[in-house]
């Protein structure tokens, strides 16, 4: 069974940090390129970064340099660094593993991420 296990959310202050990581099972994680997503309450799921088996990284314009991502191949963990945190960074964080062949997707099941003051 394939299994994307969020840990890290919580509740923190405005300019605090926190760091999200992502445990993978049953696939084969270096055939995936990583993400993490976000979606605040009535707006749409965007993208916050992306990693690649190769260690290539794409971030959202709104969380460029303040956001990390990084991947431990041999933990099948990939993690979001955050920091600098915003109250519009208020949302559930969603783990997404995309096969880089067949594009297929896989989804955890969210933390929740609050930033206020």
């Known amino acids: 069974q394939v299994q994307l296990v969020e840990s890290g959310g919580g509740l923190v202050q405005p300019g605090e940090s926190l760091r999200l990581a992502c445990a993978t099972s049953g696939i084969t994680f270096r055939l995936y390129t990583m993400g993490w997503y976000r979606q605040a309450p009535g707006k749409q799921r965007e993208l916050v970064a992306t990693i690649t088996s190769g260690g290539r990284t794409n971030f959202a314009d709104s969380v460029k340099g303040r956001f990390t991502i990084s991947r431990d191949n041999a933990k099948n963990t990939v993690y979001l660094q955050m920091n600098s945190l915003k109250p519009e960074d208020t949302a559930v964080y969603y783990c997404?593993?995309?096969?880089?062949?067949?594009?297929?997707?896989?989804w955890g099941q969210g933390t929740q991420v609050t930033v206020s003051s």
């Open positions: 997404n593993a995309r096969h880089q062949v067949t594009r297929h997707d896989y």
